[in-house]
């Protein structure tokens, strides 16, 4: 049924854990703090399963018209106790920006820019992709962490700087980064694309560094050089 924000922040402060279910890129443009974001469009059963915790009820954020969909699609995994839902959406949030965060996305060449950089230090990079993922390929600098194993490797991350998140496309990541905000850790950024090897972010950095002239070509040509940008959930 739905809910004013009013009754979702007194659900929140009684323990419910508020689901965002709208894509990626809706959910870091505009989402409610510490809500966590595992969208309908992608291994939506697979990740709620994993990461909700079944002792606790549901408060749904969805595309008005989804809610259902998203409560029928939780009651199939066995989370039955869906509180309900906030009423108009993101909508309901336009008077209170002080409830509202955003994440930012940054692309490849954004990514090798900051890794170049030397007054602030590098960030650090969080891929959250399977083992095997990793195996074929990933940027040296980061480290591996599966997005399953995320909450049980929290002594592994830093508190002293960035953190971009990355995975096959974007999917995994949003998850990822807003399980770090909703639980104080960073305010995550997210890649994305993702790197087939650690050799790409060095052209990228050359490339920077050259500026002008023929050397200045960007990430996306490279990519199209290869093939084509890999992706996935």
């Known amino acids: ?55 606790r009820p549901i408060v749904l954020i969805a595309e ?43 692309t490849a060449q954004n990514l090798a820019e900051r890794l170049a950089e030397t007054e602030n230090g590098p960030p650090f990079i969080l891929d959250v992709r399977s083992p095997s993922e990793w195996r074929e390929g990933h940027i040296g600098e980061s480290a591996n962490i599966p997005l399953n194993l ?35 850790l960073a305010d995550a950024v997210i890649l994305l694309r993702y790197f087939e090897s650690r050799g790409e972010v060095r052209q990228a950095i050359s490339i920077i560094k050259k500026r002008g002239g023929a050397h200045e070509r960007t990430i996306r040509e490279l990519w199209l050089e290869r093939g084509g940008i890999r992706v996935g959930a």
């Open 150 to 184: 995320l909450p049980d490797r929290w002594d592994e991350l830093p508190r002293d700087r960035e953190i971009v998140v990355h995975c096959a496309a974007d999917y995994r990541s949003s998850i990822a980064a807003s399980i770090l905000e909703r639980d104080g």
């Open 1 to 55: 049924h739905p809910l004013t924000l009013g009754e979702l922040l007194a659900l929140e402060q009684e323990g419910a854990q508020i689901l965002d279910v709208r894509d990626s890129a809706d959910f870091a443009g505009a989402h409610l703090r510490r809500s966590v974001n595992i969208g309908l469009g992608g291994s939506f059963a697979t990740w709620s399963g994993t990461l909700l915790d079944p002792g």
């Open 64 to 106: 008005p018209g989804r809610e259902e969909e998203a409560a029928t699609r939780l009651a199939r995994i066995g989370f039955d106790d869906v509180a309900g839902y906030l009423a108009e959406g993101m909508e309901a949030l336009d008077t209170r920006g002080d409830l509202v965060a955003r994440t930012e996305r940054i």
